[in-house]
């Protein structure tokens, strides 16, 4: 029996008297890879925010393997914060560093690994991902999937348990888009370690296939759990169906 990592119960969000979430549920499986679709503006992101625990929600909880956020300490927050990774949209690179730099400081600063050990570990990871080549080079220096692939690269250093992946295929073309997802799912595999979990924000169909195991919906704040792949291309809500038929509206 598949054990969830984290469970939403009635979830909601406001944010200066606006409701952006409402009356969320989901649970999100070890091991899994979830997909989370849907119009740009319907949630999606502060949804990932909130599973990550960057965000509080207003109404309802949130359990992490079992128990309620709300009744963690700080430090038992603290510790399962350090077992999951998030890849932000703009990567969030630092400019001034190089590539082998970005991904020796994320580790120094989110863990507190050694310098020695993190840079190993970092040459490693550049290496997993195919940015051997570029270790000294920064991120203006590199194209935009290579940026992508350091992303990733400084995320899976700290060999979460759990990743974010926030538009991981924003601004990229369909080839370099399909090779990030596939990289995506190979790490999801690495040797001598657990399956790792994964949840993919994502705009585009094709890359929601070829990530998701289970794929969630979302329009204007609220959330359609929609299922497998092929679930959810035969699923019956309109708003599904539109969607992944590209239509912003139904028929008039």
Request: aromatic content about 0%; cysteine-free; hydrophobic content about 30%.
């Given at each position: 029996m598949q054990r969830a990592l984290i469970e939403l119960h009635q979830v909601s969000l406001e944010i200066e008297g606006?409701?952006?979430?409402?009356?969320?549920n989901l649970q999100l499986f070890e091991g899994e890879s979830l997909a989370l679709i849907g119009p740009?503006?319907?949630?999606?992101s502060l949804l990932l925010k909130l599973m990550a625990g960057l965000l509080e929600p207003t109404g309802g909880e949130i359990w992490d393997q079992g128990?309620?956020?709300?009744?963690m300490s700080p430090e038992e927050k603290l510790r399962w914060s350090r077992r999951q990774s998030m890849l932000f949209q703009r990567n969030a690179l630092f400019d001034s560093m190089s590539s082998l730099e970005n991904v020796i400081f994320q580790q120094v600063e989110s863990r507190g690994v050694d310098y020695e050990s993190a840079s190993r570990r970092a040459t490693t990871t550049l290496e997993t991902v195919g940015l051997g080549h570029a270790a000294n080079l920064y991120p203006d220096e590199i194209s935009g999937g290579m940026q992508k692939?350091?992303?990733?690269?400084?995320a899976i250093a700290l060999e979460p348990e759990l990743i974010f992946y926030d538009d991981p295929t924003a601004g990229l073309d369909p080839i370099t888009s399909r090779k990030i997802i596939m990289l995506i799912r190979e790490l999801q595999v690495r040797p001598g370690r657990a399956r790792s979990t994964i949840v993919v924000v994502t705009n585009e169909m094709a890359r929601a296939y070829q990530v998701a195991d289970r794929i969630a919906f979302m329009d204007r704040g609220e959330l359609l759990?929609?299922?497998?792949?092929s679930e959810t291309q035969a699923h019956q809500d309109p708003r599904v169906r539109l969607f992944i038929r590209g239509e912003a509206e139904g028929p008039q």
């Open positions: 606006r409701v952006l979430l409402r009356s969320l740009s503006g319907s949630g999606k128990r309620p956020r709300s009744s692939r350091l992303g990733i690269a400084r759990v929609t299922g497998t792949v």
